[in-house]
């Protein structure tokens, strides 16, 4: 009967204030509920309790591997390659093997104890190529996509979406989403809306600091069209891919880029940086816009232009863009870790004979 116990990154807290789902986080800790039991143990939480079909226990790096001997856990489960991959790999149980999953492709956010995992899950090769960097084995890397709930994640009907239209009444919608940090180049969306001109607004989903992002706003002259929101329910964050003419995150680097896979999974008009791994499941001019001079206003405008008003564009997109993604549907991923798991368990009964 396997038993896991997960370290996420962030405490759970910051995953609901995120948006995320209490029924896509369950499902995400235990893909296909294989585990009988899950445990989460991690020194940022402060509270005991059973929450998302889990045990929650608070628990220092020097309690860490005892509970792994009380509770009889099969496998250990870190989330990123930093902290957690710390506190997993510096604290292992014989006969425990730790899988570590890591979601970025910065160099900063992966430390040298990855090289003690006994399995790293890459979302994509971009982070593969990282990982091996530090990791000398290529047997125990997999690669291991961001999920999508198309059940969550589909087009809505255009009188479905009155009220956001009364809300932001300008003719053409911009929508970046991801987090107010360097990474997601949100100034350079907001330069480009001066470009842009009167008729287009944006707005910005994501936690973080916003005075930044204001003052840039009022510098540019378009602090009337930049609007924020910190953060949208998962489930309703389809509304608003459906309702922009354009979702535009041009990112400087992604380890994955799951926001560009909900948009074309809502058949939105994407425009982003042609960097990996996005330009690996987008392809320009097919299911997205991909812009080389990412961060220069112009570029980004110009191609911001052609994504709001290009008819015969905007048909082919759309209608490639949900196909497109199919293969990150959430139920295929699911079964493609489990898999993963059920593999790892397997060599390690075998070199324990």
């Not at 962030?10 to 296909?32: H, R």
């Not at 994509?124 to 125990?140: A, F, G, P």
């Not at 389809?238 to 003419?245: I, L, P, V």
Request: net charge positive; hydrophobic share 35%.
């Amino acid at each position: 009967m396997p038993k896991l116990v997960v370290i996420p990154s962030d405490p759970l807290e910051a995953y609901y204030k995120a948006g995320y789902d209490k029924n896509w986080l369950e499902d995400y800790y235990n893909p296909l509920k294989f585990f009988d039991e899950v445990y989460l143990l991690s020194p940022i939480e402060k509270k005991e309790r059973f929450e998302l079909e889990m045990k929650i226990i608070p628990t220092k790096p020097e309690q860490f591997k005892n509970r792994l001997k009380e509770l009889n856990i099969s496998i250990v489960r870190a989330y990123g390659g930093y902290w957690a991959c710390d506190l997993a790999c510096s604290n292992k149980l014989k006969g425990v093997p730790v899988v570590v999953s890591v979601h970025d492709s910065n160099p900063k956010m992966l430390y040298n104890s990855i090289e003690n995992a006994d399995a790293i899950f890459c979302t994509s090769k971009i982070v593969e190529d990282l990982v091996l960097t530090k990791v000398r084995n290529e047997h125990k890397v997999y690669i291991l996509p961001n999920r999508v709930n198309f059940n969550v994640m589909y087009p809505y009907k255009p009188n479905q979406l009155i009220d956001l239209n009364k809300k932001y009444p300008f003719k053409f919608k911009i929508l970046h989403v991801g987090r107010k940090a360097e990474q997601k180049n949100l100034d350079t969306a907001i330069k480009a809306l001066k470009i842009l001109g009167t008729e287009y607004c944006l707005l910005a989903i994501g936690r973080g600091d916003q005075i930044k992002y204001k003052k840039i706003a009022k510098n540019e002259g378009v602090k009337k069209q930049y609007f924020f929101l910190e953060s949208v329910q998962n489930k309703q964050l389809a509304r608003y891919y459906s309702w922009a003419d354009c979702m535009c995150t041009p990112s400087k680097w992604e380890g994955f880029g799951m926001v560009f896979i909900e948009a074309l999974a809502c058949e939105s008009i994407v425009v982003t940086s042609n960097i990996r791994p996005i330009n690996e499941y987008i392809e320009h001019m097919k299911n997205g816009l991909l812009v080389d001079e990412y961060e220069n206003p112009e570029a980004l405008a110009k191609m911001i232009e052609i994504a709001c008003n290009d008819y015969q564009t905007r048909v082919l997109l759309k209608k490639n863009a949900r196909k497109s993604v199919e293969r990150f549907e959430k139920k295929r991923i699911d079964e493609l870790e489990v898999s993963y798991y059920k593999k790892i368990l397997k060599l390690n009964s075998k070199e324990s004979m």
